[in-house]
């Protein structure tokens, strides 16, 4: 069975930083593109960052590019997102998903096949 596990997150203030973490179990993690994506109250769920499954490419949303981070340990079968300099509009639940279609960077939520049941960052001014 397939679980995956996010932790790290927490409330911290406008400009810090969080690393939110996901570990995965049941599945072979090298055969999976790995994504991180957030759902703020009464908003759609939207991707923030992927990596491929060798972990040298990536994509970002592009309000997020340059204050995240996405990287991976295939051996340790975890990823991590590491978020820097938040802004309120930052606030969401942020899940980690798996998708087996190793050779795509999806951005479409139903493409992914495994999900974490998310961590909460909450920022404030």
């Known amino acids: 069975q397939v679980h995956l596990v996010e932790s790290g997150g927490g409330a911290v203030q406008a400009g810090g930083s969080l690393t939110l973490s996901c570990a995965a179990s049941g599945l072979n993690l090298s055969n999976y593109t790995m994504g991180w994506f957030r759902q703020a109250p009464g908003k759609e769920r939207e991707i923030v960052a992927a990596i491929s499954w060798h972990g040298t490419t990536t994509y970002y949303l592009a309000s997020v590019k340059a204050r995240f981070t996405v990287s991976r340990d295939n051996a340790k079968s975890t990823t991590s997102l590491r978020v820097s300099n938040l802004k309120p509009e930052d606030t969401a639940v942020y899940y980690c998903?798996?998708?087996?279609?190793?050779?795509?960077?999806?951005?479409?939520?139903?493409?992914?096949?495994?999900w974490g049941q998310g961590t909460q960052v909450t920022v404030s001014l």
């Open positions: 998903a798996a998708d087996s279609a190793k050779w795509t960077l999806s951005r479409i939520p139903n493409e992914y096949d495994y």
